[in-house]
């Protein structure tokens, strides 16, 4: 069963999106959408609001919010993607907190260099998981910022909260 539940965030309201039995808190999360992002998730019909199913989830993303956590403990919904965007979203999760990386750093690490940037771009843009799947670390090989579903405004707040802007 799909359930939802939104989440206040200093992002604004967050739309939570998972996969499991009703009335359990044992969701496994296939979307987290900030408002007015591009390709966000949106309720459908038949969708179960569940705000109890997404407890756990809104109690690491307020922690996270608050300073108090530097990894999520969640667990994703399975077959999501495809094998390319599987194997990038796996190197996105392997970016410390408090880091940055540039997309050509990722290309290398999923055996994509050189023109795969841009492959490597497209994959982290389908990101399902914002925030929690950090593609807010990745940035362009100058130091700038560069795309984010959820606007740079937010790419920047999520870095600056994570200590990872240097200081201009």
Not at 1 to 26: I, K, N
Not at 72 to 82: I, N, V
Not at 94 to 118: C, D, H, K, L
Request: hydrophobic residues 40%; glycine residues 16%.
């Amino acid at each position: 069963m799909t359930m939802y539940a939104t989440v206040d965030s200093p992002l604004g309201e967050l739309l939570l999106v998972g996969e499991g039995a009703a009335g359990t808190a044992d969701v496994a999360l296939v979307s987290l959408s900030l408002p007015g992002q591009k390709g966000a998730a949106v309720v459908m019909d038949g969708w179960r609001h569940e705000p109890s199913a997404f407890e756990g989830v809104a109690a690491q993303l307020r922690e996270y919010f608050e300073g108090r956590r530097t990894r999520f403990d969640l667990r994703y919904a399975d077959g999501r993607g495809t094998d390319f965007q599987r194997r990038v979203w796996a190197a996105l999760d392997g970016v410390p907190y408090g880091e940055t990386v540039s997309y050509g750093q990722i290309a290398e690490r999923v055996g994509s260099p050189g023109a795969g940037v841009r492959a490597v771009g497209t994959a982290i843009g389908r990101n399902p998981l914002l925030v929690v799947r950090p593609c807010h670390r990745v940035i362009g090989a100058d130091g700038a910022l560069r795309g984010y579903a959820g606007g740079l405004e937010r790419k920047e707040q999520l870095l600056g909260l994570e200590g990872a802007l240097a200081a201009g």
